[in-house]
Nanobody, 124 residues
Framework: QVELVESGGGSVQSGGSLRLSCAAS????????MAWFRQVTGKEREGVAT???????WTHASVKGRFTISRDDEEKKLYLQMNNLKPEDTAMYYC??????????????????WGQGTQVTVSS
């Protein structure tokens, strides 16, 4: 059974940092693209960053230079280092599995299953 469990969210002031973690289990983790998405209530989920099984990454323009995605295939963990956080980064952040053995797409419908999410709140 595939399971993704996020942790590391919280409340910080603008300019602060958080590191999100995602523990994966139940599948051959290193074969798959992995991603972080975020969602604000009432809006669609937005891709934040992706990393494929070769370690190639993509980050959304709005977080480029501030957020870094990484993965530890031995530990089956996914990370999102978030620096210089802004109030507009406030959202529920989700860890999600993408396709196997190929690059990471950008549509949320190409991903699953999803973790339960971890809330990030940035105050000004």
């Amino acid at each position: 059974q595939v399971e993704l469990v996020e942790s590391g969210g919280g409340s910080v002031q603008s300019g602060g940092s958080l590191r999100l973690s995602c523990a994966a289990s139940g599948y051959t983790y290193n074969d798959y693209c992995m991603a972080w998405f975020r969602q604000v209530t009432g809006k669609e989920r937005e891709g934040v960053a992706t990393i494929d099984n070769g370690g190639h990454t993509w980050t959304h323009a709005s977080v480029k230079g501030r957020f870094t995605i990484s993965r530890d295939d031995e530990e089956k963990k996914l990370y999102l280092q978030m620096n210089n956080l802004k109030p507009e980064d406030t959202a529920m952040y989700y860890c999600v599995r993408g396709p196997r053995w190929r690059g990471c797409p950008l549509r949320s419908t190409d991903y699953g299953p999803w973790g339960q999410g971890t809330q990030v709140t940035v105050s000004s």
